[in-house]
Structures are given as structure tokens and as C-alpha cells.
């Protein structure tokens, strides 16, 4: 296992603006998204050395770090578990060379998800396809789970008609009701009232941290970032709009996990989800009428494009509402 002495197959797509790699032996994380021009990370490094979870294994005791997807459910339900099945699984690997297309099968599910990954410039495309394997529809909630590292004062980025997000869950019930006005939650009694700037501090006791799961959509312009003030390079998130319609967003300033274990320290990251759903459990998606459905041995495909932007801030913001970044 690895952290015992036997080495991870390590997968690498690389041009002059991106390097990108992946680890297929461990859920098909894509372990590091790294721009080039400004020799910035976007994706959050491991907490401890990467071993290899059981389908029993709770998501903040991984390494909780870089991308995974979570199929059929995020949150867990009484048939599905915690962060859905792929990211405790190896998945099958074929190399092009175009690029990479990685698949895996559900456990708690017949259904089989596939990925490609190729590059372009500066983005990275990303191509699903999700099959039913059984004779009966099946219901199924998608989301990517990119956990972004970030720094103080970086940005997260909505389109301009995003006022507005739902709650799903907040730490010490920070926030309250069923949304709030995005980005500023005026009214709310809060340590930090502007939301989309990514603040590192933590006053007072441990109770201080914070931890916010927010759902955007549906949308009508489905490109989102993180902007890194340091480095002046944002990460623009494309989707397609008819089958990806939400953005999940997750704040974390030390607010998860709730137990921190010896040396390591609480989760500082942001995490944007293009999602199937606005929420974060499958059974609850199937209430609301707002989970995905597949026939019988059918299937579902949709595109992402991850595309890195050495611009100014007022730039990025503008990239983010032009048009032309909407997949149709």
C-alpha cells in the first residue's frame, strides 16, 4: 500500500501551460492542476501520505486532498456512503495519445462512470459519461470535487446574475434560513460578511472555524473560478448547462474535519462542484424532483472545460460572464 513502501502509479498530461496528473489507483483523484506562466497549484495537496481507503473508510480520514467524483450521492445515505463509491476504488485506465480516459464502477449502484481527460492550451477538458448497467432506471446525484488550495484574500467567482445561494450546511449554524444573498450576507451575525473572499484567519476558540456548503442554480451561465490574488491566475470552471445546472460551493476555514488528529491541522480550502443537483444527498435530491435519472442500460454524457487565466482580477470577473464560455 502506498505509505508502506510500494509507489503509486503516477499518470501525467503535460503541454506548455499545464501539467496535469492523476492517480488512478486511488479513486482517480487528479492529484495536481498546475499553470506553468504562473507556477501556481490549484489543487490542494495531501494532508498525509496517501494510502488506499476501504469502502468503509470516512472521507476526512483519506488523504482529503486534489479532485475526486462523487457518485451517486455526496453526503451519505442509508444505501450509499459518505462522498459516494469512486473515490475508494481503482479505476481502469486506457492512455491515448490525446489524453487519458479513466472509468470505474459504483458499488452501491450498477453504474459506471468514464472520463477523459485531455488538454488544449490552457484548459483542461473534461468528458463524462455516466451508463446504467441494469435492466431498471437508476437515480444518481454527480459532482465534482475539486478541493482548491487557496490564500488569503483569494476569490471565488459566480456569474453576475448569481444574488442569491442556498444553504446546506454551515458550521455552528454561522449562517441561517434556507439561502442568503451571495456575495455579501448582510444581516447575519458573521465573523467575515463577504463571502467570496477566502479569509484564513480564525479568531478565538475552535468553535471560530468555519465551514460553509452553498449551492448555486439554477443557472443560466455556468462559469465559475477561484482567482489566486498571489499569483494572478484564476481557474475558470464551464460547464454544460443542460445537464450540469448547479455549482456547489464549499468554504472551509478550519471548520472541517471537526477533530483534528495529532499533528495535522483542520482543511483551509474552497471547493467549487459543478453538480447534476442542488444539494448534497441523493435521497433528498430524489424529494425535490432534482436528481438525475438513467434508463435501462442508457446513459448520460456531459463535457467540463477547466481553463487557467493569467489576468488581472476585473479580468477574470469578465471572462467569467462572457458568453462564449457557456458549453451548450
Not at 491515448?96 to 472520463?115: A, M, V
Not at 490564500?151 to 444574488?163: E, I, N
Not at 493569467?310 to 462564449?324: L, T
Request: charged letters at 20%; hydrophobic letters at 35%.
Amino acid at each position: 500500500m502506498p505509505g508502506s513502501g510500494q509507489q503509486l502509479k503516477k499518470l501525467s498530461l503535460e503541454n506548455g501551460w499545464l501539467r496535469v496528473e492523476v492517480l488512478p489507483e486511488l479513486g482517480g483523484n487528479i492529484s495536481s492542476l498546475f499553470a506553468k506562466e504562473s507556477s501556481t497549484e490549484f489543487l490542494l495537496q495531501p494532508s498525509r501520505p496517501y494510502s488506499h481507503p476501504t469502502r468503509e473508510t470516512k472521507f476526512e480520514d483519506a488523504d482529503r486532498s486534489g479532485w475526486d467524483e462523487c457518485l451517486p450521492t455526496v453526503s451519505a445515505t442509508p444505501d450509499a456512503p459518505d462522498h459516494g463509491d469512486l473515490w475508494r476504488e481503482s479505476w481502469r485506465v486506457v492512455e491515448t495519445p490525446q489524453g487519458i480516459e479513466l472509468s470505474c464502477d459504483c458499488f452501491s449502484r450498477p453504474l459506471r462512470l468514464t472520463r477523459i481527460l485531455t488538454l488544449e492550451t490552457s484548459m483542461l477538458n473534461v468528458v463524462y459519461r455516466v451508463e446504467n448497467l441494469s435492466s431498471e432506471p437508476v437515480d444518481f446525484l454527480w459532482c465534482a470535487h475539486p478541493l482548491l488550495a487557496v490564500s488569503a484574500g483569494d476569490r471565488v467567482v459566480l456569474p453576475s446574475s448569481v444574488d442569491r445561494v442556498r444553504i446546506n450546511s454551515s458550521r455552528n449554524q454561522r449562517l441561517s434560513g434556507d439561502e442568503v444573498p451571495w456575495p455579501i450576507a448582510s444581516g447575519m451575525n458573521l465573523s467575515i460578511a463577504d463571502l467570496n473572499i477566502v479569509d484564513l484567519s480564525i479568531v478565538g476558540s475552535p468553535d471560530a472555524r468555519t465551514a460553509d456548503k452553498l449551492f448555486a442554480g439554477p443557472l443560466t451561465a455556468n462559469s465559475c473560478g477561484i482567482y489566486r490574488m498571489q499569483t494572478h491566475t484564476g481557474l475558470l470552471f464551464r460547464s454544460h448547462l443542460a445537464t450540469i445546472s448547479y455549482a456547489g460551493i464549499w468554504l472551509c476555514n478550519g471548520g472541517w474535519p471537526e477533530k483534528e488528529v495529532g499533528t495535522e491541522r483542520a482543511a483551509h480550502t474552497v471547493a467549487i462542484e459543478p453538480t447534476t443537483s442542488p444539494c448534497d444527498s441523493l435521497d433528498q435530491a430524489i424529494k425535490e424532483g432534482t436528481a438525475a435519472r438513467i434508463g435501462p442500460r442508457g446513459s448520460l454524457g456531459w463535457a467540463m472545460q477547466l481553463q487557467t487565466l493569467a489576468v488581472s482580477f476585473q479580468g477574470f470577473v469578465r471572462a467569467c460572464n462572457h458568453p462564449d464560455n457557456i458549453l451548450l
